[in-house]
Protein backbone atom coordinates (compact mmCIF):
# COMPACT_ATOMS: atom_id res chain seq x y z
CA UNK A 1 0.00 0.00 0.00
CA UNK A 2 2.86 2.31 1.11
CA UNK A 3 4.61 1.71 -3.03
CA UNK A 4 1.16 2.20 -4.24
CA UNK A 5 0.72 5.54 -2.69
CA UNK A 6 4.27 6.47 -3.61
CA UNK A 7 3.69 6.16 -6.76
CA UNK A 8 0.84 7.58 -7.36
CA UNK A 9 1.62 10.62 -5.64
CA UNK A 10 2.28 13.46 -7.60
CA UNK A 11 4.00 17.35 -6.38
CA UNK A 12 2.47 20.31 -7.65
CA UNK A 13 3.01 23.87 -8.05
CA UNK A 14 0.64 26.62 -7.22
CA UNK A 15 1.80 30.26 -8.43
CA UNK A 16 -0.18 32.26 -6.18
CA UNK A 17 0.66 36.29 -5.55
CA UNK A 18 -0.13 37.90 -2.62
CA UNK A 19 -2.53 40.20 -4.36
CA UNK A 20 -6.00 39.82 -2.79
CA UNK A 21 -7.36 37.82 -0.10
CA UNK A 22 -9.99 35.81 -2.18
CA UNK A 23 -7.38 35.30 -4.54
CA UNK A 24 -5.12 33.01 -2.33
CA UNK A 25 -8.11 31.54 -0.18
CA UNK A 26 -9.36 29.87 -3.71
CA UNK A 27 -5.92 28.57 -4.75
CA UNK A 28 -5.38 27.40 -1.19
CA UNK A 29 -8.71 25.81 -1.44
CA UNK A 30 -7.68 24.25 -4.57
CA UNK A 31 -4.42 23.05 -2.78
CA UNK A 32 -5.54 21.39 -0.07
CA UNK A 33 -8.00 19.28 -1.94
CA UNK A 34 -4.80 17.79 -3.62
CA UNK A 35 -3.12 17.45 -0.46
CA UNK A 36 -6.20 15.27 0.62
CA UNK A 37 -5.78 13.22 -2.22
CA UNK A 38 -2.54 12.57 -1.20
CA UNK A 39 -0.03 15.05 -3.38
CA UNK A 40 2.43 17.43 -2.64
CA UNK A 41 1.61 20.76 -3.11
CA UNK A 42 4.22 23.92 -3.10
CA UNK A 43 2.49 27.15 -3.11
CA UNK A 44 4.64 29.78 -4.44
CA UNK A 45 3.58 33.24 -3.42
CA UNK A 46 5.39 36.54 -4.48
CA UNK A 47 4.09 39.02 -2.35
CA UNK A 48 2.81 42.03 -4.61
CA UNK A 49 0.61 43.46 -1.64
CA UNK A 50 2.39 42.96 1.97
CA UNK A 51 -1.16 44.27 3.86
CA UNK A 52 -2.85 40.33 2.38
CA UNK A 53 -2.57 37.46 4.16
CA UNK A 54 -0.68 34.49 3.25
CA UNK A 55 -2.21 31.57 1.46
CA UNK A 56 -4.13 29.66 4.20
CA UNK A 57 -3.76 25.91 3.14
CA UNK A 58 -3.45 23.32 5.55
CA UNK A 59 -0.99 21.06 4.37
CA UNK A 60 0.70 22.91 1.67
CA UNK A 61 4.42 24.02 1.74
CA UNK A 62 4.90 27.75 0.72
CA UNK A 63 7.16 29.33 -0.66
CA UNK A 64 7.36 33.43 0.07
CA UNK A 65 8.96 35.54 -2.22
CA UNK A 66 9.74 38.37 0.30
CA UNK A 67 12.16 41.44 -0.79
CA UNK A 68 14.11 44.28 1.48
CA UNK A 69 13.61 46.93 -0.78
CA UNK A 70 10.36 47.07 -2.54
CA UNK A 71 8.53 50.46 -4.09
CA UNK A 72 5.09 50.29 -1.86
CA UNK A 73 3.40 52.76 -3.79
CA UNK A 74 1.29 50.33 -5.64
CA UNK A 75 -0.21 49.85 -2.31
CA UNK A 76 -1.47 53.06 -2.22
CA UNK A 77 -2.62 52.49 -5.53
CA UNK A 78 -4.73 49.18 -4.60
CA UNK A 79 -6.46 51.94 -1.99
CA UNK A 80 -6.83 54.25 -4.03
CA UNK A 81 -8.45 51.44 -6.38
CA UNK A 82 -10.31 50.51 -3.26
CA UNK A 83 -11.90 54.19 -2.94
CA UNK A 84 -13.06 53.61 -6.01
CA UNK A 85 -15.10 50.82 -5.78
CA UNK A 86 -17.20 53.05 -4.04
CA UNK A 87 -17.21 56.48 -6.02
CA UNK A 88 -16.94 54.86 -9.80
CA UNK A 89 -20.29 54.80 -11.61
CA UNK A 90 -19.64 51.73 -13.62
CA UNK A 91 -16.86 49.21 -13.55
CA UNK A 92 -14.70 50.02 -16.42
CA UNK A 93 -14.20 53.54 -15.28
CA UNK A 94 -12.30 52.02 -11.82
CA UNK A 95 -9.95 50.39 -14.51
CA UNK A 96 -7.73 53.31 -14.88
CA UNK A 97 -6.49 52.99 -11.62
CA UNK A 98 -5.78 49.51 -11.16
CA UNK A 99 -4.25 49.12 -14.69
CA UNK A 100 -1.05 50.89 -12.59
CA UNK A 101 -1.00 48.28 -10.86
CA UNK A 102 0.31 45.96 -13.41
CA UNK A 103 3.55 47.98 -14.00
CA UNK A 104 4.24 47.35 -10.12
CA UNK A 105 3.15 43.43 -10.76
CA UNK A 106 6.14 43.60 -13.51
CA UNK A 107 8.40 44.80 -10.80
CA UNK A 108 7.34 41.60 -8.96
CA UNK A 109 8.11 39.44 -11.46
CA UNK A 110 11.66 40.69 -12.39
CA UNK A 111 12.14 40.94 -8.23
CA UNK A 112 10.88 37.06 -8.36
CA UNK A 113 13.05 35.69 -11.18
CA UNK A 114 16.19 37.46 -9.57
CA UNK A 115 15.53 36.39 -5.90
CA UNK A 116 18.59 34.27 -5.01
CA UNK A 117 18.69 30.40 -6.04
CA UNK A 118 14.96 30.29 -6.18
CA UNK A 119 14.37 29.55 -9.99
CA UNK A 120 16.85 26.60 -9.41
CA UNK A 121 15.41 25.16 -6.39
CA UNK A 122 12.16 25.00 -8.53
CA UNK A 123 13.63 23.26 -11.29
CA UNK A 124 15.20 20.77 -8.42
CA UNK A 125 11.43 20.52 -7.24
CA UNK A 126 10.57 18.43 -10.39
CA UNK A 127 7.11 19.51 -10.04
CA UNK A 128 4.61 17.44 -12.11
CA UNK A 129 2.18 20.21 -13.13
CA UNK A 130 1.71 23.81 -12.11
CA UNK A 131 -1.48 25.57 -11.41
CA UNK A 132 -2.76 29.35 -10.98
CA UNK A 133 -4.93 32.30 -12.06
CA UNK A 134 -3.96 33.58 -15.37
CA UNK A 135 -4.19 37.19 -14.17
CA UNK A 136 -0.68 37.55 -13.96
CA UNK A 137 1.18 36.47 -17.14
CA UNK A 138 4.51 35.76 -14.75
CA UNK A 139 3.27 32.35 -14.34
CA UNK A 140 3.34 30.93 -17.30
CA UNK A 141 6.66 32.54 -17.74
CA UNK A 142 7.68 31.04 -14.32
CA UNK A 143 6.45 27.65 -15.49
CA UNK A 144 8.56 27.53 -18.63
CA UNK A 145 11.86 28.77 -16.52
CA UNK A 146 11.58 26.18 -14.48
CA UNK A 147 10.79 23.50 -16.55
CA UNK A 148 7.01 22.85 -16.17
CA UNK A 149 5.66 21.46 -19.21
CA UNK A 150 2.06 20.64 -18.04
CA UNK A 151 -0.37 23.23 -16.38
CA UNK A 152 -4.09 24.24 -15.90
CA UNK A 153 -5.41 27.74 -15.24
CA UNK A 154 -7.68 27.63 -12.19
CA UNK A 155 -10.09 31.29 -12.48
CA UNK A 156 -11.50 32.10 -9.07
CA UNK A 157 -14.17 34.08 -11.51
CA UNK A 158 -16.87 32.19 -13.43
CA UNK A 159 -16.17 33.33 -16.67
CA UNK A 160 -13.28 34.65 -18.96
CA UNK A 161 -14.63 36.56 -21.91
CA UNK A 162 -12.14 38.03 -24.00
CA UNK A 163 -9.66 35.45 -23.79
CA UNK A 164 -10.12 33.17 -26.38
CA UNK A 165 -6.64 33.11 -27.03
CA UNK A 166 -5.64 31.71 -24.14
CA UNK A 167 -8.89 29.63 -22.66
CA UNK A 168 -9.85 29.21 -26.84
CA UNK A 169 -13.56 29.74 -25.44
CA UNK A 170 -15.92 31.98 -27.96
CA UNK A 171 -17.59 34.70 -26.49
CA UNK A 172 -20.63 35.63 -26.60
CA UNK A 173 -21.79 39.00 -25.87
CA UNK A 174 -25.24 38.97 -27.58
CA UNK A 175 -26.95 36.84 -24.64
CA UNK A 176 -24.08 36.46 -21.90
CA UNK A 177 -23.31 39.12 -19.49
CA UNK A 178 -19.57 40.20 -19.72
CA UNK A 179 -17.61 39.32 -16.35
CA UNK A 180 -17.11 43.20 -15.97
CA UNK A 181 -20.73 43.37 -15.53
CA UNK A 182 -23.66 45.62 -16.38
CA UNK A 183 -27.36 45.83 -14.92
CA UNK A 184 -28.98 43.65 -16.71
CA UNK A 185 -29.33 40.12 -17.34
CA UNK A 186 -29.24 37.57 -20.09
CA UNK A 187 -31.92 39.14 -21.85
CA UNK A 188 -30.96 42.24 -23.35
CA UNK A 189 -32.09 44.75 -25.25
CA UNK A 190 -29.83 46.46 -27.91
CA UNK A 191 -27.71 49.34 -26.01
CA UNK A 192 -27.48 46.89 -23.11
CA UNK A 193 -25.98 44.45 -26.23
CA UNK A 194 -23.73 47.53 -27.41
CA UNK A 195 -22.87 48.17 -23.82
CA UNK A 196 -21.95 44.00 -22.99
CA UNK A 197 -19.81 44.08 -26.40
CA UNK A 198 -17.88 47.65 -24.49
CA UNK A 199 -17.42 46.20 -21.06
CA UNK A 200 -15.71 43.30 -22.39
CA UNK A 201 -13.28 44.76 -24.88
CA UNK A 202 -12.64 47.32 -21.37
CA UNK A 203 -11.75 43.84 -19.83
CA UNK A 204 -9.75 42.49 -22.86
CA UNK A 205 -7.87 45.69 -22.74
CA UNK A 206 -7.52 45.41 -19.17
CA UNK A 207 -5.24 42.10 -18.98
CA UNK A 208 -3.90 42.47 -22.15
CA UNK A 209 -3.07 45.97 -22.27
CA UNK A 210 0.24 45.04 -19.92
CA UNK A 211 1.77 42.42 -22.11
CA UNK A 212 4.84 43.99 -23.49
CA UNK A 213 6.15 45.22 -19.89
CA UNK A 214 5.59 41.31 -18.98
CA UNK A 215 7.60 40.45 -22.30
CA UNK A 216 9.92 43.01 -21.77
CA UNK A 217 11.11 41.86 -18.69
CA UNK A 218 11.51 38.71 -19.82
CA UNK A 219 13.29 39.47 -22.78
CA UNK A 220 15.55 41.87 -20.89
CA UNK A 221 16.54 39.13 -18.80
CA UNK A 222 16.34 35.97 -20.73
CA UNK A 223 17.04 36.58 -24.98
CA UNK A 224 14.83 35.00 -27.19
CA UNK A 225 12.14 34.36 -24.42
CA UNK A 226 8.50 32.57 -26.08
CA UNK A 227 5.87 35.25 -26.54
CA UNK A 228 3.91 35.29 -22.91
CA UNK A 229 0.80 34.85 -24.49
CA UNK A 230 1.18 31.92 -26.60
CA UNK A 231 2.61 30.43 -23.06
CA UNK A 232 -0.49 31.04 -21.47
CA UNK A 233 -2.55 29.15 -23.80
CA UNK A 234 -0.61 26.27 -23.99
CA UNK A 235 -2.49 25.17 -20.80
CA UNK A 236 -4.11 21.90 -20.83
CA UNK A 237 -7.18 22.53 -18.93
CA UNK A 238 -9.43 25.47 -17.52
CA UNK A 239 -10.89 25.44 -14.03
CA UNK A 240 -13.48 27.76 -13.71
CA UNK A 241 -15.40 28.84 -10.39
CA UNK A 242 -18.64 28.66 -11.75
CA UNK A 243 -21.47 26.11 -11.44
CA UNK A 244 -24.32 26.02 -14.34
CA UNK A 245 -26.82 25.30 -11.83
CA UNK A 246 -26.60 29.06 -11.15
CA UNK A 247 -24.49 30.98 -14.03
CA UNK A 248 -26.01 32.21 -16.95
CA UNK A 249 -25.32 29.74 -19.50
CA UNK A 250 -22.46 30.00 -22.13
CA UNK A 251 -20.43 28.46 -24.83
CA UNK A 252 -17.83 26.31 -23.50
CA UNK A 253 -14.92 24.14 -25.01
CA UNK A 254 -13.26 21.02 -24.26
CA UNK A 255 -10.54 22.36 -21.63
CA UNK A 256 -13.05 24.28 -19.87
CA UNK A 257 -13.99 22.35 -16.38
CA UNK A 258 -16.26 24.01 -13.84
CA UNK A 259 -15.72 23.61 -9.84
CA UNK A 260 -17.77 26.21 -8.61
CA UNK A 261 -18.97 25.03 -4.73
CA UNK A 262 -14.64 23.82 -4.41
CA UNK A 263 -14.27 25.96 -1.61
CA UNK A 264 -17.38 24.94 0.36
CA UNK A 265 -16.28 20.98 -0.39
CA UNK A 266 -14.43 21.15 3.02
CA UNK A 267 -17.42 21.33 5.52
CA UNK A 268 -18.34 23.59 8.08
CA UNK A 269 -18.44 23.96 12.13
CA UNK A 270 -21.13 24.95 14.34
CA UNK A 271 -20.99 28.18 15.96
CA UNK A 272 -18.80 29.15 19.13
CA UNK A 273 -20.92 30.18 22.22
CA UNK A 274 -20.43 33.77 21.64
CA UNK A 275 -21.54 34.03 18.20
CA UNK A 276 -24.65 31.08 18.83
CA UNK A 277 -26.05 33.58 21.51
CA UNK A 278 -25.88 36.29 19.45
CA UNK A 279 -27.95 34.31 16.76
CA UNK A 280 -30.10 33.80 19.63
CA UNK A 281 -31.15 37.29 20.82
CA UNK A 282 -33.88 37.77 17.94
CA UNK A 283 -36.37 36.16 15.70
CA UNK A 284 -34.07 36.83 12.74
CA UNK A 285 -30.15 37.74 12.39
CA UNK A 286 -29.24 39.39 9.31
CA UNK A 287 -25.20 39.21 7.97
CA UNK A 288 -23.90 42.04 6.34
CA UNK A 289 -20.70 41.69 4.60
CA UNK A 290 -18.84 43.55 1.57
CA UNK A 291 -16.02 41.54 0.93
CA UNK A 292 -12.01 42.57 1.77
CA UNK A 293 -11.85 44.23 -1.35
CA UNK A 294 -14.87 46.74 -1.38
CA UNK A 295 -14.29 47.63 2.61
CA UNK A 296 -16.88 48.82 4.48
CA UNK A 297 -14.32 51.25 6.41
CA UNK A 298 -14.49 53.16 3.59
CA UNK A 299 -18.07 53.51 2.17
CA UNK A 300 -19.59 56.92 1.57
CA UNK A 301 -21.03 58.31 5.19
CA UNK A 302 -24.79 58.05 3.74
CA UNK A 303 -24.19 54.44 3.36
CA UNK A 304 -23.25 54.21 6.65
CA UNK A 305 -25.96 56.27 8.06
CA UNK A 306 -28.44 54.20 5.92
CA UNK A 307 -27.37 50.87 7.72
CA UNK A 308 -27.75 52.57 11.09
CA UNK A 309 -31.34 54.05 9.84
CA UNK A 310 -32.40 50.52 8.70
CA UNK A 311 -31.04 48.84 12.34
CA UNK A 312 -33.48 51.50 14.01
CA UNK A 313 -36.32 50.47 12.03
CA UNK A 314 -36.51 46.88 12.53
CA UNK A 315 -35.26 46.75 16.51
CA UNK A 316 -36.49 42.92 16.06
CA UNK A 317 -33.93 41.72 13.70
CA UNK A 318 -30.26 41.40 14.61
CA UNK A 319 -27.62 42.82 12.08
CA UNK A 320 -24.33 41.72 11.96
CA UNK A 321 -21.80 43.93 10.20
CA UNK A 322 -18.70 43.12 9.37
CA UNK A 323 -16.60 46.26 9.46
CA UNK A 324 -12.93 46.88 9.87
CA UNK A 325 -12.08 49.86 12.06
CA UNK A 326 -14.02 49.48 15.69
CA UNK A 327 -12.61 52.98 16.49
CA UNK A 328 -15.33 54.30 14.03
CA UNK A 329 -18.12 53.47 16.74
CA UNK A 330 -20.32 52.95 13.44
CA UNK A 331 -22.85 50.56 15.96
CA UNK A 332 -22.88 52.83 19.02
CA UNK A 333 -26.46 53.45 20.43
CA UNK A 334 -27.62 51.10 18.27
CA UNK A 335 -28.47 47.69 20.30
CA UNK A 336 -28.95 45.29 17.71
CA UNK A 337 -26.59 46.43 15.43
CA UNK A 338 -23.42 44.32 15.73
CA UNK A 339 -20.40 44.99 14.31
CA UNK A 340 -16.96 42.77 13.95
CA UNK A 341 -13.79 42.92 11.89
CA UNK A 342 -14.16 39.40 11.10
CA UNK A 343 -17.02 37.11 11.21
CA UNK A 344 -16.84 33.31 10.34
CA UNK A 345 -19.10 34.31 7.40
CA UNK A 346 -19.51 30.11 5.79
CA UNK A 347 -20.37 28.84 9.40
CA UNK A 348 -22.85 31.41 10.00
CA UNK A 349 -24.23 30.72 6.42
CA UNK A 350 -24.85 27.46 7.65
CA UNK A 351 -26.60 28.16 10.57
CA UNK A 352 -30.32 27.59 10.11
CA UNK A 353 -30.78 30.76 12.37
CA UNK A 354 -29.47 33.29 9.88
CA UNK A 355 -32.30 34.69 7.85
CA UNK A 356 -30.75 36.50 4.79
CA UNK A 357 -27.72 37.76 4.05
CA UNK A 358 -26.71 41.32 2.35
CA UNK A 359 -23.71 40.98 0.13
CA UNK A 360 -21.45 42.45 -2.30
CA UNK A 361 -21.66 39.43 -4.54
CA UNK A 362 -18.14 38.41 -4.52
CA UNK A 363 -17.47 34.87 -6.46
CA UNK A 364 -16.76 33.26 -3.04
CA UNK A 365 -19.80 34.59 -0.91
CA UNK A 366 -22.17 34.23 -3.66
CA UNK A 367 -20.71 30.08 -3.50
CA UNK A 368 -21.07 29.49 0.35
CA UNK A 369 -24.80 31.77 0.18
CA UNK A 370 -26.29 29.53 -2.85
CA UNK A 371 -24.79 26.00 -1.12
CA UNK A 372 -26.61 27.48 2.79
CA UNK A 373 -29.94 27.86 0.93
CA UNK A 374 -29.63 31.59 2.26
CA UNK A 375 -31.84 34.47 0.52
CA UNK A 376 -29.76 37.41 -0.56
CA UNK A 377 -29.97 41.39 -0.24
CA UNK A 378 -27.15 41.76 -3.59
CA UNK A 379 -25.69 44.79 -3.26
CA UNK A 380 -22.64 44.70 -5.59
CA UNK A 381 -19.95 46.89 -5.91
CA UNK A 382 -17.72 46.13 -8.85
CA UNK A 383 -16.42 44.34 -11.36
CA UNK A 384 -17.36 40.87 -11.66
CA UNK A 385 -20.09 41.21 -8.41
CA UNK A 386 -22.27 42.93 -10.57
CA UNK A 387 -22.60 39.76 -13.40
CA UNK A 388 -22.81 37.90 -10.36
CA UNK A 389 -26.18 39.47 -8.79
CA UNK A 390 -28.06 39.18 -11.86
CA UNK A 391 -27.09 35.55 -11.64
CA UNK A 392 -28.91 35.78 -8.35
CA UNK A 393 -31.65 37.13 -9.51
CA UNK A 394 -32.41 34.95 -12.30
CA UNK A 395 -32.50 32.51 -10.29
CA UNK A 396 -35.11 33.80 -8.07
CA UNK A 397 -32.14 33.61 -4.89
CA UNK A 398 -33.42 37.29 -3.59
CA UNK A 399 -33.48 41.10 -3.92
CA UNK A 400 -31.10 43.04 -6.27
CA UNK A 401 -29.97 46.53 -5.27
CA UNK A 402 -27.42 48.93 -6.87
CA UNK A 403 -24.65 50.51 -4.79
CA UNK A 404 -26.21 53.45 -4.82
CA UNK A 405 -29.71 52.31 -3.32
CA UNK A 406 -27.15 52.13 -0.32
CA UNK A 407 -28.01 55.86 0.25
CA UNK A 408 -31.59 55.82 0.19
CA UNK A 409 -32.53 54.19 3.74
CA UNK A 410 -36.28 53.61 2.42
CA UNK A 411 -35.01 51.43 -0.59
CA UNK A 412 -32.61 49.30 1.31
CA UNK A 413 -34.86 48.73 4.50
CA UNK A 414 -37.62 47.63 2.34
CA UNK A 415 -34.97 45.35 0.34
CA UNK A 416 -34.86 43.46 3.82
CA UNK A 417 -38.25 43.45 4.88
CA UNK A 418 -39.08 42.01 1.38
CA UNK A 419 -36.37 39.04 1.97
CA UNK A 420 -37.15 38.64 5.75
CA UNK A 421 -41.46 38.35 5.19
CA UNK A 422 -41.70 37.37 1.83
CA UNK A 423 -41.55 33.42 1.94
CA UNK A 424 -40.46 32.37 -1.57
CA UNK A 425 -36.55 33.76 -1.40
CA UNK A 426 -36.38 31.68 1.07
CA UNK A 427 -37.95 28.84 -0.24
CA UNK A 428 -36.44 29.65 -3.82
CA UNK A 429 -33.01 29.50 -1.91
CA UNK A 430 -33.48 26.13 -0.27
CA UNK A 431 -34.49 24.69 -3.83
CA UNK A 432 -31.42 25.62 -4.90
CA UNK A 433 -29.20 24.42 -2.08
CA UNK A 434 -30.83 20.82 -2.58
CA UNK A 435 -29.97 20.66 -6.21
CA UNK A 436 -26.61 21.82 -5.76
CA UNK A 437 -25.87 19.62 -2.51
CA UNK A 438 -27.10 16.76 -4.47
CA UNK A 439 -24.86 16.93 -7.53
CA UNK A 440 -23.21 13.65 -9.08
CA UNK A 441 -19.85 14.60 -8.35
CA UNK A 442 -18.28 17.18 -6.31
CA UNK A 443 -16.22 19.50 -7.50
CA UNK A 444 -13.19 18.89 -5.25
CA UNK A 445 -13.53 15.05 -7.13
CA UNK A 446 -13.88 16.71 -10.66
CA UNK A 447 -10.51 19.19 -9.95
CA UNK A 448 -8.38 16.23 -8.27
CA UNK A 449 -9.40 13.36 -10.92
CA UNK A 450 -8.83 15.80 -13.87
CA UNK A 451 -5.13 17.14 -12.25
CA UNK A 452 -4.02 13.56 -11.49
CA UNK A 453 -5.11 12.73 -14.94
CA UNK A 454 -2.79 15.68 -16.90
CA UNK A 455 0.43 14.73 -14.13
CA UNK A 456 -0.06 10.65 -15.66
CA UNK A 457 -0.31 12.16 -19.32
CA UNK A 458 1.62 14.18 -21.45
CA UNK A 459 0.08 18.43 -22.17
CA UNK A 460 -3.18 17.58 -23.38
CA UNK A 461 -2.62 19.00 -26.76
CA UNK A 462 -5.34 16.85 -28.32
CA UNK A 463 -8.00 19.46 -26.66
CA UNK A 464 -6.25 22.57 -28.66
CA UNK A 465 -8.50 23.86 -31.82
CA UNK A 466 -7.14 25.71 -34.71
CA UNK A 467 -9.50 28.40 -34.13
CA UNK A 468 -7.06 30.89 -31.84
CA UNK A 469 -4.70 31.37 -34.94
CA UNK A 470 -7.36 32.53 -37.35
CA UNK A 471 -7.56 36.41 -38.03
CA UNK A 472 -10.48 37.90 -37.51
CA UNK A 473 -11.80 37.69 -41.42
CA UNK A 474 -11.41 33.98 -41.13
CA UNK A 475 -12.99 33.66 -38.06
CA UNK A 476 -16.33 34.93 -38.97
CA UNK A 477 -16.28 33.75 -42.10
CA UNK A 478 -16.17 37.31 -43.65
CA UNK A 479 -14.39 36.30 -46.29
CA UNK A 480 -16.57 33.06 -47.06
CA UNK A 481 -19.92 35.05 -46.45
CA UNK A 482 -18.41 37.87 -48.78
CA UNK A 483 -17.42 35.57 -51.72
CA UNK A 484 -20.98 34.14 -51.46
CA UNK A 485 -22.54 37.71 -51.27
CA UNK A 486 -20.51 39.03 -54.12
CA UNK A 487 -21.94 35.36 -56.71
CA UNK A 488 -25.25 36.12 -55.31
CA UNK A 489 -24.66 40.12 -56.25
CA UNK A 490 -23.19 38.59 -59.98
CA UNK A 491 -25.87 36.15 -60.34
CA UNK A 492 -28.42 39.65 -59.62
CA UNK A 493 -26.48 41.66 -61.85
CA UNK A 494 -26.06 38.49 -64.76
CA UNK A 495 -30.18 38.27 -64.51
CA UNK A 496 -30.56 42.10 -64.78
CA UNK A 497 -28.45 42.14 -67.90
CA UNK A 498 -30.20 38.68 -69.19
CA UNK A 499 -33.53 40.53 -68.90
CA UNK A 500 -32.74 43.87 -70.14
CA UNK A 501 -31.16 42.07 -73.44
CA UNK A 502 -34.50 39.90 -73.72
CA UNK A 503 -36.89 42.72 -72.94
CA UNK A 504 -34.41 44.63 -75.93
CA UNK A 505 -34.92 41.17 -78.46
CA UNK A 506 -38.59 41.24 -77.86
CA UNK A 507 -39.17 44.97 -78.29
CA UNK A 508 -37.13 44.60 -81.75
CA UNK A 509 -39.07 41.93 -82.56
CA UNK A 510 -42.43 43.53 -82.02
CA UNK A 511 -41.27 46.91 -83.45
CA UNK A 512 -40.34 44.90 -86.82
CA UNK A 513 -43.65 43.18 -86.93
CA UNK A 514 -45.28 46.03 -86.03
CA UNK A 515 -43.42 47.33 -88.92
CA UNK A 516 -44.43 44.42 -91.56
CA UNK A 517 -47.80 44.92 -90.64
Same mark, same amino acid.
Given at each position: ??????????????? *???????? *??????????????????????????? =??????????????????????????????????????? #???????????????????????????????????????????? &??????????????????????????????????????????? /????????????????????????????????????????????????????????? &???????? &??????? /?????????????????????????????????????????????????????????????????????????????????????????????????????????? &????????????????????????????????????????????????? =????????????????? #????????????????????? =??????????????????????????????????????? $???????????????????????? $????????? =????
Amino acid at each position: LVLISISTSYKFLCY *SPLFGSSH *SNYLAKLSDSLIDAGHQVVILTPVFDS =TVKGAHSEGARVIQVKYDRRDRAHEVSAVEMIDATWSSG #ETWEALEVPYTLYTFLTKTLSATIHHPGLLDQLREEKFDVGFGE &SMDWCMAGLFHLVGIKKFALAESISVKDGHFAVTQVPDAPSYV /PSIMGGSFGDDMTFFQRAFNIFNRHMYQRFNFRAIPQYQQVFESNFPGFPNVVDLMA &SNSLVFLN &SDPLVDF /PRPSAARIIDIGGIVVSNGHHKLDEKWSAIFDLRPKTVLMSFGTFAKAVVMPEECKETIRETAKALPDVTFIWKYEEPAHNVTQGIPNLIETTWAPQHDMLRDPRL &SAFVTHCGQGSMTEANYAGVPLVAVPVIFDQVRNAFQAKRSGLGVNLDK =TDLGRPKVFANAIREVL #ENPKHKAQAAKTAAMLNDKPF =TARQIFVRNMEFLAKHDPLRQLDHYGRHLNIVQYYLIDV $VGAALLIVALGIVFAVFAIVKIFR $VIRKLVAAK =TKNE
